[in-house]
């Protein structure tokens, strides 16, 4: 179980917003963050104060469930980079790359399972007609500025990237979430500076 990695349901997603089945803060705190781009023992770790227990709440729910091929890719990886630190290049070939290479190549899909397992065709089309005139308009598709700000939480530490994330799982729709992204942006304005935010800005497709 700890060794499996696992992505939230449909289920676990509603349940971020209901809040109907899961009461404990600590249970509560692992389903937000929990997706593929770890194991569930290493989640657990992360997580302050949650077990073996929290993580079985949320499997018995069906809030939670193993990612379909995340054990298999990882033992790809590992064996990939395994391989390339042992194997040696014949006699004028390009450089092998190194297995820190191959580690990082094998495992960078994984970073966006999470929010890529809810399917784009799901997701609500953009809303015209009810942003004021002249408000900036994200070029990313819904999709794209869900993952990119996914991303952004998991960079803004354990409290921070939970209240972020939770935030944007709320967002109903694609004005919603633009604008979360602009909010965020001027939060960051205001702590980190307008070289911060301008960067942020871009990324979040705001150009």
Not at 11 to 37: F, H, M, S, W, Y
Request: proline share 5%; hydrophobic share 45%; charged share 20%.
């Amino acid at each position: 179980m700890l060794e499996e990695r696992y992505e939230k349901s449909e289920a676990g997603r509603a349940e971020i917003k209901t809040r109907a089945l899961v009461q404990g803060r600590i249970a509560r705190n692992l389903l937000l963050v929990i997706d593929p781009t770890k194991t569930g023992g290493q989640w657990l770790g992360m997580v302050q104060g949650a077990t073996q227990a929290d993580l079985e709440l949320l499997l018995q729910h069906g809030l939670v469930a193993p990612a379909a091929g995340a054990g298999r890719a990882a033992a790809a990886a590992a064996a990939a980079a395994a391989s390339g630190a042992s194997a040696v290049a014949p006699a004028g070939s390009p450089p092998s790359r190194s297995a820190g290479s191959l580690s990082v190549h094998a495992q960078a899909p994984t970073s966006t399972v999470a929010p890529g397992s809810v399917p784009a065709a799901s997701r609500p089309a953009v809303v015209s007609g009810t942003r004021p005139m002249g408000a900036p308009v994200s070029s990313l598709d819904f999709q794209q500025l869900y993952t990119a700000l996914t991303v952004f939480a998991k960079q803004q530490g354990l409290l921070k990237g939970y209240r972020l994330a939770l935030e944007v799982e709320q967002c109903a729709d694609f004005e919603q979430l633009q604008t979360l992204a602009l909010d965020v942006v001027d939060r960051i304005r205001a702590t980190k500076g307008d070289a911060a935010a301008h960067e942020l800005r871009e990324t979040l497709g705001f150009n």
